[in-house]
C-alpha cells in the first residue's frame, strides 16, 4: 500500500489525477494538490532531513512558508537536462507534480546514516558564539582549517554548479489597492474594494490554492455556509470582476518606499508539460495606492527537550494535513498545547479516527469552552501538565509529561506512547511586511505579540496579521479595510493562550537541547548562555547565537527567543526589542530577481556603425564605457605588443584609420552660445572664427580638470562639441544644468548628437591623399583648410562635417557622417588608402601615439583632483574673462602650492622595461617604509617609434625635477627611472598642434 | 524605489530621476570677488539636515527638466516638488499635499 496514512476521502486534492514524485530515489504516491510534506506523511514517514549544526534528524514542522526543517533540493524538470534544479525548497509548499525530483539535504552518505551527526555528540562544542570563540586563533589556521571548516557548514543545501536554463519574466503593474494574502481576510478586503468596480484591485497569496488557513477548516460554517464552499464562492466572485487581477503562487517578498512592492509569481513549476519558453517565474513590481496586509500568523512551537523529533509539528499544521490534504501526520497523537486553538486539532484528528491526548499547561478554569467539547468528544486533556521531553530519535513515540505543582515544582512523570506530537506555542501576527514598510510596532501584552502600530506608508493590516484570531471578526476586519462594513456570522473559534517560553522540567537544563531556532539548530541553553555573557540587546543575541537569522527569519522561533531573554532579564518583552525585518519575506530566486538581464542583455553593448567592419576584419574588442571599442587588428600570428607597434609605425609612416565615433558630441546653438561656451569652458571663444576648432579645456567649479574634446564653431550660434567617450552624459549633463538653473537668461539650447554622427579618424602622412578624391563642395588646399579647422560639405556624396585634426602629431581628418553612411564611406575610404597600404588601428596605437606626444587623457593622467596647470595646461585657462565655471578655484590657495603633482614624462632605465600604470614613484627606495611617495605612472607603453619604453607620471613639484633620477615600484622591487618631459616623438615635417 | 513627482509629467519611479544635491545655494554672481572662506562654504558646505530638506532634482529620464522638492530625510516622504526660480513652500502655510503614493 503506497498511501498507509492517506484518508478514504476528503481534502483538497484530486483523487481522480494520482502522481508519482521521487524523493532520494524512491517514489512518493500522491495527488493533485499535495505537496512533497502531504506526500511524504501520506507513505507513513516524517523524516525529511538533517539540522544544519547537529545533523539531527528532522521531520515536517510547518505546513506553510515558515517550514525551518523540511528543505529540499528539487530537480523540476529533470527530463530536460540540467540547470533546473534548486536548494532550499520548503517541502511544505512545493507543489507536487509528477516528475519531480527531490533529495533532502545536510547529510552524508544518506539521510537515514549521517556521519555528521557526530555533531549531536560533540554539542557542547558548539555552543552560542562559537564562531566567535573558535575560529580566534592561531591566525595561521584561519586559510587551511578554519575557512574551509565554516564555509562547509555555513550552507544549507548545494548550490547549483550550472547556469539556471529557464528563463524569468517581471511585469510592472499598478494597482489602487493591492491586498496580501488570499485567507479569509484577504478575500472580505478583496471583494470589498473592488465591489463598485472603480478601482484595479491585485491580490496575491502564496499558496496555489486560495483560502488561506479556512483550507485546513472543516467545521466552521460562516453564514450557515462550510468555509469551504464560502471561500469557493468568494473567490468566484473576483475572478468574475474584471478590475480585479487574482494572482496564487504569489509571494509578496518586498515592501519597498512608496508603496512599491515586490512580488514573484511561480509560472510554470507546478505545470505539467510546461511549453518552452514559458518563464519559470515573473518579477512583479506593483505601484499601490494603498496595500491590505492579510498575512495571517505564525504558530510557535513550544519549547522542550527533544521538541524537534520527526512526527513533533505543529498544531495547525497537523490539522492542515488530516483536513486538506486528507494524510494522517500518525496513529496516536498527542497535542501538547497553552492555548485554545490546538483543541480544534485534536477535535478533528480524533473525529479522523486517530487516538488523540491533550496536554495542556493552562489549569482547568484558564481553559475556554475548547476543554468542555474536548472532553465531551472523549479526548484525554491533562491540564496544569508539562511535556519534559520527547521520545525516540528519528520518530517520535512518546512523550514524557508530569504535573505542575501550584509552585510550579514538577511532579512525576509518565510517559504517553505516540507517533506524532502537535504542538502549539501560540500565535504570533505576521508583521513582516508592515515591518518592512517602516511602520512601527506596538506590544500587545493580552496577545503576547508585536502588532501593527503607527503607519509610515499607505496600509492597513486586517484579520490574524492584526492580532484579531475569531473568525467573524476576521472576516469583518477585512471587509472595514476593503472598506464596507459588512459582517458575517460565523463559528465561534477557539482562541487565547497562556504563552510560555520554555515548557518547565525538572531535568538538568545545561543538558537538554530544546530547540528555539530549529533552522539554525539554536536551543534554549545557547540563548540562556548569550544572555549569561552578557548580551543584552535581542540584535546581539541573535548575532551571537544566530536565533532567527536563517532563510525562515525565524517566523516560528522570534518570540519564544524574545520572550526567553526578557525572562532572563526579567524585563518586559518590548524592552528587548524586536528584530527589524527585511525583504524578502521568504527566499527569491535569483533568476526571478535578475529576469531576462543577463547573458548579452545584462548590460547593453554600445557598438558603432564600423563595428561590423571590425569584426569582419579580426579586431580584438575592449569595454570603454558602455561601449565596445576596436582595441587592435592583429594580423595571424600577431600578438597585441606586435600588433600595436605595427599598427603605430604605419601612422606614423604613411597612413592609419581609426573609428572615433563613440566620442562624445554635443551641439550648442543660440544667439547666446559663444557667452555660453565662455562659462563653460576655460578658453575665451568669441574670437574663434566660424570653420574654426579650438581645444577645449572643462572644470567642475572645484576647478578640477573635468572633460576635454574639440570644438568647432559651425556658425556664429553653433558649435559642435566633443567630449570623451567617457564623458559625454557627464558633460551633457553638467551644461544641461548650468542652463537651466544658474543661467536661464541664456538663449542657447544643447542637442547630443553622439548617435548621429560617426567620426572616421585618418591620420598620417598620407592623410589627405585619402580623403581628397572623395571630398566635394569643400577646397581642400592647405591655405583654405588648416589645421583646426572644420568644413562642412560632401564625401562619396554625403554630407560630412569634415575636421582638420589630429590626436596622433600627425596631419589628420576626422571624417563625421551621418551614421547610417558610415560603414560605406570607412570602406571607400579603406579601399582607396591600399594605394598606400592604410593600416586600421584601435586604441591601444591610438593611446600611444598621442602618449608620444604627450597628449593627455582626461581619467588617465587626471583623476578628477588635477588643475589645468597640473598637467601642463595652464595656457588653455583663459585670463581675461571674467569668470568661468571653476576660475574661482584655481586661486584658492591649495590649487596653487608648488609641490602639487605635476606631469611629467618618465623614462624607465631599461629601456625594454614598460612600467606598471599605478605604480607609485619614491626618491630612495632605501629609506624606512613606509618610504614617502611623490607620485605615480599614468599610462605606460612600449613606443616602437621612439624604440622604448614611455610613460607619463604625476609627480609632486615634476617640472623641476627634469633629469633627475628616481625609482618606481614594480611587483619584484623597485626599478630605476628618469623623470623627463611629456613629449617623446617629434613630427617630422608638417607641424600640429593638437 | 521612490515615487517623485515630476512638476511637468507627474509621478514616476525614482530611476528615472538624479538628485542634484541641496537646493537653494545660487551660484555667486561674481565668484572673483569672494574670500576663500565665502567660496568654499558656497561650494562644499550643506546643511544635511534630519528632517525636510529642499533638493535638487533632474527628471533626467523623462523630460530632463531640474526642479526643486522638499524631502523628509527620515521617512523620504516628498512634502512638495516645485519648479526651479521658485521660492521653499512654506509648509506651515499650506494644508498638507496629497501623499505621493
Ligand atoms: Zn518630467
Same mark, same amino acid.
Given at each position: 500500500m503506497s498511501q498507509p496514512f492517506r484518508r478514504s476521502s476528503g481534502g483538497h486534492i484530486d483523487r481522480t489525477q494520482p502522481i508519482t514524485v521521487s524523493f532520494n530515489g524512491k517514489t512518493l504516491h500522491g495527488y493533485r494538490g499535495d505537496?512533497?510534506?502531504?506526500?511524504?506523511?501520506?507513505?507513513?514517514?516524517?523524516?525529511?532531513?538533517?539540522?544544519?549544526? %547537529?545533523?539531527?534528524?528532522?521531520?515536517?514542522?510547518?505546513?506553510?512558508? *515558515?517550514?525551518?526543517?523540511?528543505?529540499?533540493?528539487?530537480?523540476?524538470?529533470?527530463?530536460?537536462?540540467?540547470?533546473?534544479? #534548486?536548494?532550499?525548497?520548503?517541502?511544505?509548499?512545493?507543489?507536487?507534480?509528477?516528475?519531480? &525530483?527531490?533529495?533532502?539535504?545536510?547529510?552524508? =552518505?544518506?539521510?537515514?546514516?549521517?556521519?555528521?551527526?557526530?555533531?549531536?555528540?560533540?554539542? =557542547?562544542?558548539?555552543?552560542?558564539?562559537? $564562531?566567535?570563540?573558535?575560529?580566534?586563533?592561531?591566525?595561521?589556521?584561519?586559510?587551511?582549517? $578554519? !575557512?574551509?571548516?565554516?564555509?562547509?557548514?555555513?550552507?544549507?543545501?548545494?548550490?547549483?554548479?550550472?547556469?539556471?536554463?529557464?528563463? $524569468?519574466?517581471?511585469?510592472?503593474?499598478?494597482a489602487d489597492i493591492l491586498v496580501v494574502g488570499a485567507g479569509p481576510a484577504g478575500l472580505s478586503a478583496a471583494l470589498a474594494a473592488s465591489e463598485d468596480g472603480s478601482k484595479r484591485v491585485i491580490l496575491a497569496d502564496e499558496g496555489f490554492k486560495l483560502g488561506g488557513a479556512l483550507l485546513n477548516d472543516v467545521t466552521s460554517e460562516i453564514d450557515g455556509k462550510p468555509?469551504?464552499?464560502?471561500?469557493?464562492?468568494?473567490?468566484? +466572485?473576483?475572478?468574475?470582476?474584471?478590475?480585479?487581477?487574482?494572482?496564487?503562487?504569489?509571494t509578496v517578498f518586498g515592501y519597498y518606499n512608496h508603496n512599491h512592492i515586490a512580488m514573484v509569481e511561480r509560472v510554470a513549476d507546478h505545470r505539467d508539460n510546461a511549453p518552452d519558453g514559458l518563464a519559470r517565474e515573473r518579477l512583479w513590481q506593483v505601484r499601490a495606492s494603498k496595500v491590505i496586509i492579510a498575512a495571517g500568523s505564525h504558530e510557535r512551537p513550544l519549547v522542550f527537550e527533544n521538541n524537534d523529533r520527526p512526527g513533533i509539528m505543529l498544531a495547525e499544521s497537523a490539522r492542515a494535513f488530516i483536513n486538506r490534504y486528507a494524510v494522517l501526520p500518525g496513529k496516536s497523537?498527542?497535542?501538547?498545547?497553552?492555548?485554545?486553538?490546538? %483543541?480544534?486539532?485534536?477535535?478533528?484528528? &480524533?473525529?479522523?479516527?486517530?487516538?488523540? &491526548?491533550?496536554? *495542556?499547561?493552562?489549569?482547568?478554569?484558564?481553559?475556554?469552552?475548547?476543554?468542555?467539547?474536548?472532553?465531551? /468528544?472523549?479526548? *484525554?486533556?491533562l491540564t496544569g501538565h508539562t511535556v519534559v521531553k520527547a521520545l525516540g530519535t528519528k520518530r517520535v513515540t512518546g512523550v514524557v509529561v508530569a504535573p505542575l505543582g501550584n509552585d510550579g515544582s514538577v511532579g512525576?512523570?509518565?510517559?504517553?506512547?505516540?507517533?506524532?506530537?502537535?504542538?502549539?506555542?501560540?500565535?504570533t501576527p505576521s508583521v513582516h511586511l508592515f515591518s518592512q514598510s517602516r511602520g512601527k510596532l506596538a506590544f500587545d501584552a493580552s496577545l503576547d505579540a508585536f502588532l501593527p502600530g503607527q503607519s509610515a506608508q499607505e496600509e492597513v493590516s486586517a484579520g490574524a496579521c492584526h492580532g484579531i484570531y475569531d473568525l467573524s471578526e476576521i472576516i469583518a476586519d477585512g471587509y472595514k479595510a476593503g472598506g464596507s462594513d459588512t459582517s458575517v456570522s460565523a463559528t465561534a473559534t477557539f482562541t487565547g493562550f497562556q504563552p510560555v517560553r520554555v515548557l518547565p522540567t525538572d531535568a538538568d537544563p545545561k543538558k537538554v537541547k530544546a530547540f528555539i531556532d530549529f533552522q539554525n539548530d539554536v536551543t534554549a541553553k545557547d540563548i540562556k548562555l548569550a544572555v549569561r555573557e552578557g548580551f543584552e540587546s535581542i540584535e546581539h543575541v541573535k548575532r551571537y547565537t544566530t536565533t532567527?537569522?536563517?532563510?525562515? +527569519?525565524?517566523?516560528?522561533?522570534?518570540?519564544? /527567543?524574545?520572550?526567553?531573554?526578557?525572562?532572563?532579564?526579567?524585563?518586559?518583552?518590548?524592552?528587548?526589542?524586536?528584530?527589524?525585518?527585511?525583504?524578502p519575506y521568504t527566499p527569491v530566486t535569483f533568476g526571478a530577481l535578475v529576469g531576462p538581464s543577463r547573458e548579452?542583455?545584462? !548590460?547593453?553593448?554600445?557598438?558603432?556603425?564600423i563595428d561590423p567592419w571590425a569584426v569582419a576584419n579580426g579586431a580584438e574588442f575592449e569595454p570603454v564605457g558602455q561601449w565596445r571599442r576596436a582595441h587592435y587588428f592583429p594580423k595571424a600570428g600577431e600578438d597585441m605588443h606586435a600588433a600595436v607597434a605595427r599598427e603605430c609605425k604605419a601612422v606614423r609612416t604613411s597612413v592609419g584609420i581609426f573609428d572615433a565615433s563613440t566620442l562624445g558630441k554635443i551641439e550648442v546653438v543660440g544667439p547666446d552660445a559663444a557667452e555660453f561656451m565662455n562659462r563653460i569652458y576655460t578658453n575665451a571663444w568669441a574670437k574663434l572664427k566660424v570653420g574654426g576648432c579650438r581645444y577645449g579645456?572643462?572644470?567642475?567649479?572645484?576647478?578640477?580638470?573635468?572633460?576635454?574634446?574639440?570644438?568647432?564653431?559651425?556658425?556664429?550660434?553653433?558649435?559642435?562639441?566633443?567630449?570623451?567617450?567617457?564623458? /559625454?552624459?557627464?558633460?551633457?549633463?553638467?551644461?544641461? #544644468? $548650468?542652463?537651466?538653473? !544658474?543661467? =536661464?537668461?541664456?538663449?542657447?539650447?544643447?542637442?547630443?548628437?553622439?548617435?548621429?554622427?560617426?567620426?572616421?579618424?585618418?591620420?598620417?602622412?598620407?592623410?589627405?591623399k585619402v580623403v581628397e578624391p572623395f571630398v566635394s563642395d569643400i577646397d581642400m588646399s592647405e591655405g583654405a583648410f588648416p589645421h583646426m579647422a572644420v568644413r562642412e560639405g560632401f564625401i562619396c556624396g554625403v554630407p560630412t562635417r569634415l575636421f582638420r585634426v589630429s590626436f596622433t602629431g600627425e596631419t589628420g581628418f576626422e571624417v563625421n557622417v551621418p551614421v547610417d553612411y558610415a560603414e560605406a564611406v570607412w570602406k571607400t575610404l579603406y579601399e582607396e588608402g591600399r594605394k598606400y597600404d592604410i593600416t586600421p588601428y584601435g586604441t591601444e596605437t591610438m593611446h600611444v601615439l598621442r602618449c608620444e606626444m604627450g597628449f593627455i587623457i582626461v581619467g588617465q593622467e587626471t583623476d578628477g583632483t588635477a588643475t589645468p596647470d597640473d598637467v601642463g595646461l595652464s595656457g588653455l585657462v583663459s585670463k581675461k574673462k571674467p569668470d568661468f565655471v571653476g576660475m574661482r578655484s584655481l586661486a584658492r590657495p591649495d590649487m596653487l602650492l608648488p609641490d602639487r603633482k605635476q606631469l611629467v614624462g618618465i623614462l624607465a632605465k631599461d629601456p625594454n622595461e614598460v612600467l606598471e600604470e599605478g605604480a607609485q614613484v619614491v626618491e630612495d627606495p632605501s629609506l624606512p617604509v613606509p618610504v614617502p611617495m611623490i607620485g605615480h605612472v599614468t599610462s605606460s607603453y612600449f613606443s616602437s617609434n621612439c624604440g622604448r619604453s614611455i610613460a607619463m607620471a604625476m609627480i609632486k613639484g615634476g617640472r623641476a625635477r627634469i633629469d633627475q633620477t628616481v625609482w618606481v615600484t614594480t611587483p619584484k622591487g623597485f626599478t630605476e627611472a628618469t623623470i623627463s618631459t611629456s613629449v617623446f616623438h617629434t613630427v617630422q615635417g608638417e607641424k600640429v598642434d593638437a | 524605489m521612490l515615487l517623485i513627482r515630476c512638476p511637468h509629467c507627474g509621478n514616476r519611479p525614482e530611476i528615472e530621476f538624479h538628485c542634484g544635491g541641496e537646493a537653494h545655494i545660487a551660484r555667486p554672481e561674481t565668484p572673483s570677488e569672494m574670500t576663500d572662506q565665502h567660496w568654499a562654504e558656497f561650494l562644499y558646505y550643506r546643511t544635511n539636515p534630519k528632517g525636510m530638506h529642499a533638493e535638487r532634482w533632474q527628471h533626467r529620464h523623462g523630460c530632463g527638466r531640474w526642479f526643486n522638492a522638499l524631502r523628509d530625510t527620515v521617512t523620504d516622504k516628498f512634502a512638495a516638488t516645485y519648479e526651479m526660480g521658485s521660492p521653499r513652500p512654506d509648509l506651515a502655510a499650506t494644508p498638507a499635499p496629497a501623499r505621493t503614493a
Open positions: 505537496t512533497i510534506a502531504s506526500m511524504l506523511i501520506a507513505s507513513g514517514s516524517h523524516l525529511a532531513g538533517r539540522s544544519f549544526k %547537529y545533523h539531527r534528524p528532522r521531520g515536517i514542522l510547518s505546513h506553510g512558508s *515558515d517550514e525551518p526543517n523540511a528543505l529540499l533540493s528539487v530537480d523540476w524538470r529533470p527530463e530536460k537536462g540540467e540547470g533546473r534544479r #534548486d536548494p532550499n525548497n520548503r517541502a511544505s509548499v512545493v507543489e507536487a507534480r509528477s516528475g519531480l &525530483k527531490t533529495a533532502t539535504q545536510n547529510h552524508w =552518505p544518506s539521510l537515514e546514516t549521517d556521519i555528521g551527526a557526530v555533531n549531536d555528540l560533540l554539542s =557542547p562544542v558548539f555552543v552560542a558564539g562559537f $564562531y566567535y570563540k573558535t575560529f580566534m586563533w592561531p591566525r595561521k589556521f584561519w586559510d587551511k582549517v $578554519y !575557512e574551509p571548516f565554516i564555509r562547509k557548514a555555513a550552507g544549507l543545501g548545494d548550490a547549483p554548479e550550472v547556469p539556471d536554463a529557464d528563463r $524569468y519574466a517581471n511585469r510592472h503593474a499598478h468555509a469551504a464552499v464560502w471561500v469557493e464562492e468568494m473567490v468566484a +466572485q473576483l475572478d468574475a470582476r474584471e478590475n480585479v487581477i487574482v494572482l496564487p503562487r504569489t497523537l498527542v497535542v501538547a498545547t497553552c492555548g485554545a486553538s490546538a %483543541y480544534r486539532t485534536a477535535l478533528d484528528a &480524533k473525529a479522523a479516527g486517530m487516538d488523540v &491526548k491533550i496536554v *495542556d499547561i493552562r489549569l482547568g478554569e484558564d481553559c475556554g469552552p475548547e476543554l468542555a467539547e474536548a472532553r465531551s /468528544a472523549g479526548i *484525554d486533556v512525576t512523570r509518565r510517559t504517553l506512547t505516540c507517533d506524532c506530537v502537535a504542538m502549539s506555542g501560540g500565535w532567527g537569522m536563517a532563510t525562515d +527569519q525565524g517566523k516560528t522561533s522570534n518570540m519564544n /527567543a524574545l520572550g526567553l531573554v526578557a525572562g532572563l532579564l526579567d524585563r518586559p518583552l518590548p524592552a528587548i526589542g524586536t528584530t527589524t525585518f527585511r525583504p548579452d542583455r545584462f !548590460e547593453p553593448v554600445r557598438t558603432t556603425a579645456l572643462m572644470l567642475g567649479e572645484n576647478g578640477f580638470v573635468m572633460d576635454d574634446g574639440v570644438v568647432a564653431r559651425l556658425a556664429e550660434d553653433r558649435f559642435h562639441v566633443t567630449t570623451t567617450t567617457g564623458g /559625454a552624459p557627464r558633460v551633457f549633463q553638467h551644461m544641461e #544644468d $548650468y542652463l537651466q538653473t !544658474e543661467w =536661464p537668461d541664456l538663449d542657447v539650447f544643447i542637442t547630443s548628437i553622439t548617435e548621429q554622427w560617426a567620426a572616421i579618424a585618418v591620420q598620417g602622412p598620407n592623410a589627405r | -
